[in-house]
């Protein structure tokens, strides 16, 4: 609804596009470190609290908002998966995993223990596969890493580099993502070879 919506640590702002207005606000008391939103198809808003270990559900209408999961440790990216009505999170550990959460129970069940470490951004294309980042345990390097939708193993690698590729965004108009690159303060658009 040309809202633009942010995390930061222990606040969530939206600001409509069209006139950089702040038109939402809410703090939620005792988070650590809220990181990454998405919206499902209902219109509620799912943060990550990468360092409180929770998952929170907002209802931006009137600001309501409750712990949806608390189970996955260090939960990062997220992504609305529609066609399954259910969330997909990434952690950020040493070995990292991808988790399905319930969004009527907020039961998460781990798709696949990934052996790579801290898993940052994570979205899915029009095909199902699924494309995560992750960085090195020294957090000196970073990939942007693609699953097919079996999550089967190994995953392609598409790029590395010390860019520090963080967040990222699935555009399906044109089948690229965008990557928020944390340490070069850049974005970078790769675009999805589909066969």
């Known amino acids: 609804n040309n809202v633009l919506y942010v995390a930061d640590q222990t606040q969530i702002k939206g600001y409509t596009i069209s006139t950089q207005a702040e038109t939402f606000s809410l703090s939620i008391p005792g988070t650590s470190q809220l990181n990454d939103l998405t919206f499902d198809q209902d219109g509620y808003l799912y943060v990550s609290d990468r360092m409180g270990d929770k998952i929170f559900k907002i209802d931006v209408s009137d600001s309501n908002y409750s712990i949806l999961n608390k189970s996955i440790v ?5 992504f609305f998966d529609a066609p399954n009505n259910r969330l997909l999170i990434c952690n950020t550990i040493d070995s990292s995993s991808i988790y399905a959460v319930s969004l009527s129970t907020g039961v998460a069940t781990e798709l696949i223990k990934t052996g ?4 940052d951004g994570l979205v899915k294309d029009s095909q199902g596969n699924v494309f995560v980042t992750s960085w090195s345990k020294d957090w000196q390097n970073s990939k942007l890493l693609k699953f097919n939708s079996s999550f089967e193993l190994p995953a392609e690698e598409l790029l590395n580099n010390s860019d520090g590729m963080a967040d990222i965004y ?3 108009a ?3 993502i965008a990557i928020a690159n944390w340490l070069a303060k850049s974005i970078t658009f790769f675009e999805i070879n589909t066969p």
């Open 116 to 119: 790579y470490s801290n898993l």
């Open 174 to 176: 044109n089948n690229s």
């Open 170 to 172: 699935y555009n399906s």
């Open 74 to 78: 260090t939960p990062n990216g997220m």
